[in-house]
């Protein structure tokens, strides 16, 4: 099964590990991926840009609004994620609660579906069309 | 199962390697390690429930282990010099300064390969201190008893014992033949996987699975191999490929008829850059590359029809001239049927067919029936195609060819 770490931090740890030289926080995150891929669970990972960077589209009135940076009164940002393949779900939270993460940061973990969750609906038009649209993303 | 059971479970899984190697390194025996490591699991089953789980669980693992080395020797009045320097720097350490040693790990991945070991013996061990499974989720895997499993490792750690193997990787004029091994054997696990030899079901995706993360972990240990990263690369591609190998109804789909929609992109994405890793070291493409590159022609061709049978027809050639296996001959016929036509490939099969090669794989009359149904030669296909659903060991691929000779 895969599950998906996502990373969440609260504005203050964030500001909080400004604190931090950067390199260290390299080295922990850079150890700490190093023993996924050395067990051979890591599928997949990417860090996130500062908010700043980004922007929002809000689907709460007729035309989808965009707003400039991160979502106003949120009070934790994702910043990251990890896709791990475990054999169980204790074995995930066993991973998740080795990241080197401190105060003020979740990880909130999700499990990945895969063919099996749509089975009933192998038929589906938009089943089917999923799985085209995701083999064109992945040939781009 | 209790909760503490599946946290130790998961523990186990994530650290049993490193905790077998490290304890292997000190008492030189894989065997003694591995029963001295699950004295530990046992003691974390007892203690943790009460204590919580150690911060550091695989430090806490090593170090019962090692504790009960000790104990062991004090026993036996075995406590030469050399066990009681190793016992006072024991008592010194703290359990957080655990450092595992990469090096141990690679150690203990050769000893479970080690040639005094038949086939079956290094799957289970590999399976067990390399990969960290139970001997229960072995055994379910394998479908066969758990005792079965359990008599095994028992065995294959008494061997070790007894051929006195040294926990060492092996010299650099054995390396790579000892390397081919391990790859062998993790190979193997995979397509018992893949195509499951007895049983009825076609795939067997967690053992599949168990193999690729082996490979992985070897890959990490060993980065400088290109072959390890073939074998990682030839895994992710033919695994990318299991959601579209079965029907609704549990029956196996060809090559040729696979809705490439279901492929999964992610795996191939990571076959290909696995390939591109081992050919970046330059040493050439081996055995494993060459699969893998055949298995990318597949993967990233737009249908079967589109697929580039020339560039995989040549791959088949180069292979055959490194391992002159008659599968790989079997293999390039049908690559040649595809880009020459029929009758270029039954010459090939027919010079088969002749040296005697391959007389009780079903794969040979299975191939030459439907070279001979294309000819339009239908009487002689339906009985190739018959001999063939005869010798097949899998329920699911007799079904199939019955029903092939059926439809002519």
New interface residues.
């Given amino acids: 099964m895969k599950y998906m770490l996502i990373m969440r931090s609260t504005d203050e740890a964030i500001e909080a590990s400004k604190e931090v030289p950067f390199e260290e926080i390299i080295n922990a995150m850079g150890a700490y991926n190093?023993s996924l891929?050395?067990?051979?669970?890591l599928?997949?990972g990417e860090g996130l840009a500062e908010p700043d960077e980004g922007f929002v589209v809000d689907f709460a009135a007729e035309e989808p609004i965009v707003t400039d940076g991160p979502y106003g009164e949120t009070h934790e940002l994702f910043n990251g994620f990890w896709i791990l393949?475990?054999?169980?779900k204790?074995?995930a939270?066993?991973?998740a609660s080795r990241c080197p993460l401190g105060p003020g940061s979740k990880l909130e973990v999700r499990r990945v579906t895969d063919?099996s969750d749509f089975e009933d609906f192998?038929d589906n038009e938009f089943v089917?069309k999923e799985?085209?649209w995701?083999?064109e993303?992945?040939?781009e | 199962m209790s909760d503490i059971r599946?946290?130790v479970?998961?523990?186990w899984?994530?650290e049993g390697a490193r905790v077998v190697a490290t304890v292997a390194r000190m008492v030189g025996d894989v065997g003694l390690a591995e029963d001295l490591a699950q004295d530990a699991v046992a003691d974390a089953l007892a203690q943790w429930p009460e204590s919580g789980v150690p911060h550091n669980a695989g430090a806490w693992l090593t170090a019962v282990a090692k504790r009960k080395a000790i104990d062991g020797w004090r026993r036996r009045e075995r406590l030469d010099d050399r066990y009681r320097e190793i016992a006072h720097e024991l008592d010194a350490e703290t359990s957080d300064e655990w450092e595992p040693i990469?090096d141990d790990v690679l150690r203990l991945v050769f000893t479970a390969c080690h040639p005094v070991l038949g086939r079956e013996a290094q799957v289970a061990m590999t399976l067990r201190v390399v990969g960290g499974l139970t001997s229960e989720e072995i055994a379910r895997m394998f479908l066969v008893p758990v005792p079965t499993i359990q008599a095994r490792i028992t065995r294959a750690k008494k061997t070790l014992t007894a051929a006195r193997v040294p926990f060492e990787v092996p010299d650099p004029s054995e390396w790579s033949g000892r390397l081919g091994g391990v790859l062998s054997v993790i190979y193997l696990i995979f397509t018992e996987g893949y195509t499951a030899t007895t049983g009825d079901r076609w795939l067997r995706p967690?053992l599949a699975?168990e193999a690729?993360?082996?490979?992985?972990?070897l890959a990490?240990?060993a980065p400088r191999e290109p072959e390890v990263h073939a074998l990682v690369a030839l895994m992710e591609l033919q695994a990318s490929r299991f959601?579209a190998r079965i029907a609704?109804d549990g029956r196996p789909v060809l090559l040729a008829d696979q809705?490439?929609?279901?492929?999964d992109?992610?795996q191939?994405?990571?076959g290909v850059a696995a390939l591109a890793r081992s050919d970046a070291l330059g040493r050439g493409r081996g055995n494993y590359a060459l699969q893998a590159a055949i298995a990318q022609c597949h993967a990233t061709a737009a249908s079967f029809d589109d697929t580039e049978w020339e560039q995989i027809v040549l791959l088949y050639e180069a292979l055959g001239r490194l391992t002159s296996s008659p599968v790989v001959a079997l293999n390039r016929a049908v690559a040649v049927s595809m880009s020459a036509g029929p009758v270029a490939a039954l010459e090939i099969v027919d010079a088969l067919v002749e040296s005697g090669a391959m007389r009780q794989s079903y794969l040979l009359p299975s191939v030459r029936g439907e070279l001979l149904s294309r000819l339009g030669r239908l009487e002689e296909a339906r009985a190739e195609l018959a001999s063939a659903a005869d010798l097949a060991g899998n329920e699911r691929e007799r079904d199939v060819l019955l029903a092939k000779a059926a439809a002519l």
């Fill in positions: 190093e891929m050395k067990a051979g669970v599928l997949a393949q475990t054999s169980t204790e074995e939270i066993e991973w063919m192998t089917q799985e085209g995701r083999k993303l992945g040939q | 599946r946290t479970d998961a523990v899984r994530i990469d967690e699975g690729l993360r082996v490979g992985r972990t990490g240990l959601a609704t809705d490439r929609t279901r492929w992109r992610g191939i994405t990571r």
